[in-house]
């Protein structure tokens, strides 16, 4: 399976230029799944709930998820994509997983990050693992990282692939962890962080790059720049996230011993 | 609070050799908490099942853990240590807490690595912390490292600070995961692994080093090389890993959400 990223600048407040951005740099390579950048269509500094409530769109029915199943039908791909999502009077931070065949169950973040909680409602969805071409692909948003149990959760269900759509601002500490993640649960992380800067109602924050694609073994196999637009596709074997063996005597989901964990 | 490691190379099979050369080492500076590497007085290459039951001593009242406390009353110091065990008519891969008042209640390993399936029985103690001059330590052994449960337990049952022996052979895996282990718990960790080579009954084993000291945000206080003897000891402030907030918004316990894990 070829998996790729795009780790792209979205401009605030403009869904359509952002869709139009991302389709460009989709077009560039070829991949059966694609992540894209938490809140890819809106941007990520809101200012006011007014901004909040016009930029949110339902899913699957609002532009953006429409828009991106044409273009999952066009590439004959799957993408997984942050967006504001709108729903009985609540905004989410959440992620649309869209396929040929048309837009999966939205995934809802569960931890919300720092200002996040002042626009967004906490996630109330469970992680994901849906089944495309293949392939058993979890998702989780951005701050999940810092939390084993929603990589855990993923792994457990059967993910082979964690599709991790991110805006993150502090440099190194995702890339550290999702990759303690891969290796702790012997998968694969596709991590799809932005890059720029947005300064909006008294906050400045820079999102800092670095998207990654790591091995069931902790390696890196691509990686993005600090700054700058990106798009990486690698070939991986995603069998080898199947079995959990790490040598001959210790499988990482056999030896798990839930009795003794809080 | 002084915390401190010995990175040490003992020798297998006997005991009384490398408990004086740890009380060398233990000797060069001055902490109120070490840590010794996992297995410390045996060495960890067995090759038969009579050299197990040969080595393993009661806990606490065989001769290293009666001399480790006379250790701890000389420096008056806790310390931390890897032992064989026996009790019971099996062996574990245990830790030994020995004050200056004495030895503290055994932590018997619960993740077991590879051919250490065959010398030793599973743990069946709880993830411990305990008190010590006022720090909150919580223990677990190597392979642990690889399950976020472990140090998540300790965690959630308020240790500050994680004493890890060790007998690592994969360089750089640990270090990675314990960094994490460090950020995500927000307490400091302290890995004091083992060096030298052992080639015993067809198994040849190099150990990596590498112990390191990391704080809560994940910076690396004090580390060691790959390969030869080394002591290394820091002040740290173990009320910083009391406080689990890491923005004014985000408590990474209090943001746990467990009814979304599995």
Not at 85 to 111: F, I
Request: aromatic share 10%.
């Amino acid at each position: 399976m070829r998996v790729g990223y795009v780790q792209m600048e979205p401009v605030f407040g403009n869904p359509r230029t952002n869709l139009v951005r991302a389709r460009e740099l989709l077009g560039r390579e070829r991949a059966d799944l694609w992540v894209l950048p938490e809140l890819f269509n809106t941007g990520y500094v809101f200012a006011s709930h007014h901004e909040v409530r016009e930029l949110a769109e339902p899913v699957p029915d609002g532009p953006t998820t429409r828009s991106l199943v044409e273009v999952a039908q066009e590439l004959r791909s799957c993408i997984v994509a942050g967006v504001a999502e709108w729903s009985d009077s609540r905004a989410y931070n959440a992620a649309v997983v869209v396929t040929p065949g048309g837009a999966l169950p939205v995934y809802r973040k569960v931890h919300l990050f720092a200002e996040e909680k002042r626009w967004f409602a906490p996630g109330n969805t469970p992680f994901p693992v849906f089944e495309f071409g293949g392939a058993k692909v979890g998702v989780m948003i951005c701050f999940d990282h810092f939390f084993p149990e929603a990589a855990r959760t993923l792994g457990l269900r059967g993910a082979q692939i964690i599709a991790h759509p991110a805006n993150l601002v502090l440099p190194g500490v995702a890339q550290r962890t999702m990759t303690t993640r891969a290796l702790e649960n012997r998968l694969f992380t596709a991590t799809a962080n932005r890059v720029g800067t947005e300064e909006r109602g008294g906050t400045a924050l820079r999102f800092t790059g670095l998207s990654q694609i790591v091995s069931p073994v902790g390696t890196l196999l691509a990686s993005s720049p600090e700054e700058g637009e990106d798009v990486q596709v690698v070939d991986v074997d995603l069998s080898l996230a199947t079995d959990k063996h790490i040598n001959p005597w210790n499988d990482l989901y056999a030896d798990r011993r839930p009795e003794f964990y809080v």
